[in-house]
């Protein structure tokens, strides 16, 4: 039933009638006469005897009779049997999948699960990140007033948050001084923590002290310690395997080094620690969503690295569309300067542009493909509604 208003027996029409019972949600139903009707709330089970529903707003509460039952008028009929009633089963048939194996659990799907009564569901392990700052020159954020070339340390409140979007365990392993003793410590603290991704930051370029590719390259196998992209050049990426002793199973830790200034460290995380965590979770499809978006304004490519330029995505009328045309498309509003210390230049980006190394100015209006690294809801909402299609 999902109306609150009176049970009703459909051919009986408008008129006067005795109210013969109450048929409230959790209790079991009664049996309605002809001639009369029960009242019933949302959620209740329709009597024996009823078809249909009249809701509450089609009626008037009548003063009760000499009997002193209550009463109420009936001015709109049901239009037939079935009126303002579920039937059981119409909102999922008996025997029907309600979740496809190998599906992503998300709020509305626990929310299938607790209706079915699966309470108990086979999930794939949420995987276990660790992240490290590494850097003589990087400090706690609590630091009030910095030294002489200190830095607030960005990556690691960063990066342990967009950890913890992806759903996995995280450990904050802090930060280590640029010594190799320190690192070799923090590894160690990781492997005993038994991490399945290490994500450092920091140390991995070409530095009289970037030690961590030296650490990796000691302790790992070291699968690319350079990439053709801008930003994240240095971007690292090693396997550490433990083996098994005395009844413990052997082990593999994924280790990303990421490069310290801190818009590479995210572009890279986005990148490629992002579809690792998801793979490790179970994702049948890793990766980011790729779209299509109109830049509005030139862009100077580089001629040698390909770039994931930031960018918040908008979405908006194309250009010279006339006022009220239904649709739109995405607009790339580029976050300003890009060079890979300025964070503000991921504050709101909700997407890279995937752009190519060529010696030229991308003019402004081009389309181009954009990956996008969060979802749209935080997208920002145009001066101008967009339309919506209205049902003739
Ligand atoms: N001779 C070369 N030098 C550099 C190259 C190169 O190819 N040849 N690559 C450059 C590129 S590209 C990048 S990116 C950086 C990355 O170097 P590292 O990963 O070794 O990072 P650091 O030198 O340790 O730091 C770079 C920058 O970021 C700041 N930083 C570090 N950690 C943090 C943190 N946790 N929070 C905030 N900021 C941080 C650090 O102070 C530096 O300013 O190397 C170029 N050099
Ligand atoms: O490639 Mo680095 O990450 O820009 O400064």
């Known amino acids: 039933m999902c109306q609150d208003g009176y049970a009703v027996v459909s051919s009986d029409g408008v008129g006067k009638f005795e109210v013969a019972f109450e048929a409230l949600a959790g209790s079991a139903p009664g049996k309605l006469q002809p001639g009369t009707v029960a009242y019933i709330g949302t959620g209740g089970a329709l009597p024996e005897g009823a078809d249909a529903v009249v809701q509450i707003e089609n009626t008037d509460t009548l003063p009760p009779g000499p009997d002193g039952k209550k009463r109420v008028r009936i001015n709109k009929a049901a239009r037939g049997p079935g009126d ?15 979740l496809q194996a190998g599906g992503l659990v998300g709020a509305a799907e626990v929310g299938l699960l607790a209706t079915v009564g699966a309470t108990s569901v086979q999930v794939h392990q949420t995987p276990h990140m660790a992240v490290l700052s590494t850097g003589d020159e990087v400090v706690e954020p609590t630091t009030k007033t910095l030294g002489p070339g200190q830095i607030r340390d960005a990556n690691r409140a960063m990066l342990l948050a967009a950890a913890r979007g992806t759903g996995a365990q995280v450990t904050d392993l802090g930060i280590a ?22 994500i450092t930051t920091g140390g991995v370029s070409m530095g009289a ?116 045309q239904v649709g739109g498309e995405l607009v790339a509003v580029g976050t300003g300067g890009q060079i890979s210390s300025r964070l503000l230049s991921m504050r709101s980006a909700n997407a890279l542009l995937e752009l190519p190394a060529v010696e030229k100015t991308l003019p402004a209006g081009s389309v181009v493909s954009a990956l996008l690294i969060s979802d749209l809801s935080g997208m920002p909402v145009p001066e101008t509604p967009a339309s919506t299609i209205s049902a003739s």
């Not at 303002?84 to 999948?97: F, M, Q």
């Not at 160690?188 to 399945?196: G, N, P």
Request: with cysteine; glycine share 8%; hydrophobic share 40%.
């Open 177 to 198: 001084r640029d010594t190799v003793g320190q690192l070799e410590a923090c590894l160690e603290r990781a492997i005993q923590a038994k991490v399945d991704v290490l």
């Open 209 to 324: 002290r970037d030690f961590v590719k030296l650490l990796l390259e000691r302790h790992a196998t070291v699968h690319f310690g350079k990439v053709k992209m801008k930003p994240g050049k240095p971007l690292t990426f090693a396997i550490l395997d433990t083996p098994g002793s005395a009844g413990r199973p052997s082990r593999c830790m994924l280790v990303f080094g990421l490069p310290g200034n801190p818009v590479s460290s995210m572009v890279t995380f986005n990148l490629t620690v992002l579809p690792a965590i998801q793979r490790l979770a179970g994702w049948k499809e890793p990766g980011l969503r790729r779209v299509h978006a109109r830049t509005s304004a030139a862009i100077r490519l580089d001629p040698e690295r390909p770039e994931y330029h930031r960018v918040t995505l908008h979405w908006a009328r194309p250009a010279g569309a006339p006022e009220g």
């Open 84 to 98: 303002d009633v579920r039937a059981v089963g119409s909102d999922i048939r008996a025997g029907a999948v309600v």
